[in-house]
């Protein structure tokens, strides 16, 4: 499955997915958000690596609750999840994390992101 903002990629033989919300403006954003919400709740539980590309997002309040509801809802299906992009608001994803029971990492680049990833799958399979 592709979509704009939604895709996916294999390194190492880990699959992950990766959401690209950058620079969208708040509606964007909730559009987005229910498409990678749905797909991520239609996969086995505790399984979904994924990657959130947020450098830009235009936040709004029905935004922050509806991320917040997403991530709560999807916290079954995700195995290990990274934001990247964030700078100097990475304090939000201590805060989403304090609301939602995720444990979102944070992370500059996409690539340390992605490693941190791989490295995570492997690391429960041995």
């Known amino acids: 499955m592709n979509t704009n903002h939604l895709t996916f990629e294999s390194i190492d033989g880990v699959e992950i997915a990766i959401a690209d919300y ?37 936040y709004s ?22 934001v990247v992009g964030l ?12 609301l939602s029971g995720r444990s979102l990492r944070g992370f500059e680049a996409i690539d340390d992101a992605k490693r941190w990833l791989v490295d995570t799958a492997l690391d429960n399979h041995a």
């Not at 505790?46 to 947020?54: G, N, P, W, Y």
């Not at 309040?61 to 990274?82: F, G, I, N």
Request: aromatic share 4%; hydrophobic share 40%; with cysteine.
């Open 22 to 58: 950058r620079g969208c403006t708040p509606e964007e954003f909730l559009q987005r958000l229910r498409v990678t919400s749905d797909w991520v709740v239609s996969q086995p539980t505790h399984s979904v690596l994924m990657i959130t590309l947020a450098a830009g997002i235009g």
């Open 87 to 98: 700078g100097h608001l990475s304090l939000l994803v201590r805060v989403i994390n304090h």
């Open 61 to 82: 309040p029905d935004a922050m609750r509806s991320l917040v509801h997403m991530l709560r809802e999807t916290k079954p299906y995700v195995r290990a999840s990274a």
